[in-house]
């Protein structure tokens, strides 16, 4: 059996409340309990439902498995058929790494005596308002920092145990303890110092653009691609030659104006789209840091192919929030007291580490960007 609270969103009502006794509780306005948390669980839910949907759904896929394992190198091919001869067996090469697992908790804290004598319903909603911001917050920011970290994650506090790493994208061999060759296409052959963390001096360009796409392409991924940049450096990029943008809904285009056509159907709080360049649609991200970038090819929502791996508790395929009492809380006097709502998850890079590259455009030295 998992450990941890259950998930309100099975049950409506936290683990071990009676909805008969909850009518006996009210709050100062009269609200009953049974209503906070009939109101509760529905937050949850839908604020569960945006970290899976979205710009979100199009970076990730979900597993409840610690481990990844891929392919690496080269093959030796075909070769030539002769009467007698027996082509040589061949195999595929194989590299692996593990995906971290991290505990969250947001405590929500209301005394006695505010519960049975002051509070309010606006401000209870108020409060689980907040949480679920934070929550949201925290989603985004794990998911960016691992976008922007170069090095690899390791440590039993992250879920790996003593020897366990969770790398980035494809990088140099000196910078990841587990070393990556793609595998050849086209006619392209790598090896494992070929590098998707380029930091380049001058800013945004678009022949940061014309890079991306040729990162990308030349390990199979097909056009179009998605960019994430700051807000700070929204007027840069759309200044750059052969940036198209994207209608606004209050303006009249004429019939000559040339318009970029993106994903409508993506949408994510705060998230959004300010047009194309060199076949990249380019997301404006909150908490992404100036100067900074990540490029992609979106395989569609959840797909395995996508570039991040998101490792759930065993057993789960989407992230979900838990609500319940604080264990440590003793027994709390009202069924409000010490509330505690919890995400459990950690992020890694999928299968393919060449399904993505990020940027620096403000040094010639790659530093690893730090999402807030």
């Not at 009953?32 to 979100?56: C, D, F, K, P, Y």
């Not at 959004?272 to 992404?288: K, L, N």
């Not at 395929?317 to 319940?324: C, G, N, Q």
Request: glycine share 12%; proline share 6%.
């Amino acid at each position: 059996m998992p450990l941890g609270p259950r998930d309100i969103s099975t049950t409506g009502l936290l683990t071990g409340w009676d909805a008969t006794a909850l009518k006996n509780f009210e709050l100062d306005d009269g609200t009953s309990i049974q209503a906070v948390a009939a109101m509760l669980n529905t937050a949850l839910g839908v604020a569960a439902t945006e970290l899976r949907s979205g710009l979100w759904a199009q970076l990730v896929s979900f597993t409840d498995r610690p481990d990844v394992t891929y392919r690496v190198g080269t093959s030796n091919g075909f070769t030539r058929h002769t009467e007698y001869g027996r082509p040589d067996a061949q195999r595929g090469e194989t590299e692996g790494h593990m995906l971290p697992y991290e505990e969250w908790d947001r405590a929500l804290g209301w005394t006695y005596d505010y519960l049975t004598k002051h509070a309010r319903m606006d401000q209870i909603e108020a409060d689980i308002a907040d949480a679920i911001k934070d929550a949201k917050d925290l989603w985004r920011q794990r998911l960016l920092r691992r976008l922007l970290k170069r090095g690899d994650d390791s440590g039993q506090a992250l879920g790996l145990g003593t020897g366990g790493l969770s790398p980035g994208f494809a990088t140099a061999a000196a910078s990841t303890g587990v070393d990556f060759t793609p595998v050849n296409f086209g006619g392209n052959v790598f090896t494992s110092d070929h590098e998707h963390y380029v930091a380049v001096a001058g800013g945004w360009s678009a022949n940061v653009f014309k890079d991306i796409k040729a990162e990308l392409r030349e390990h199979g991924h097909s056009a179009p691609y998605a960019v994430m940049a700051s807000p700070l450096d929204e007027e840069t990029i759309k200044g750059l030659t052969g940036f198209v943008p994207v209608a606004q809904a209050n303006v009249n285009y004429g019939v000559n104006t040339s318009l970029a056509t993106v994903p409508t159907e993506i949408g994510t709080e705060g998230v959004y789209a300010i047009g194309t360049i060199e076949e990249c649609t380019v997301w404006i991200v909150p908490g992404m840091p100036q100067y900074y970038g990540f490029a992609w090819k979106p395989y569609g929502p959840l797909s395995q192919r996508n570039p991040l791996r998101v490792r759930l508790w065993k057993g789960m395929s989407r992230p979900t929030l838990m609500a319940a009492n604080d264990p440590r809380n003793g027994s709390p006097a009202h069924p409000l007291q010490y509330l505690m709502i919890k995400l459990d998850f950690g992020v890694g890079v999928g299968q393919d580490r060449t399904n993505g590259t990020a940027r620096y455009n403000n040094n010639s030295t790659w530093a690893d960007g730090t999402p807030s």
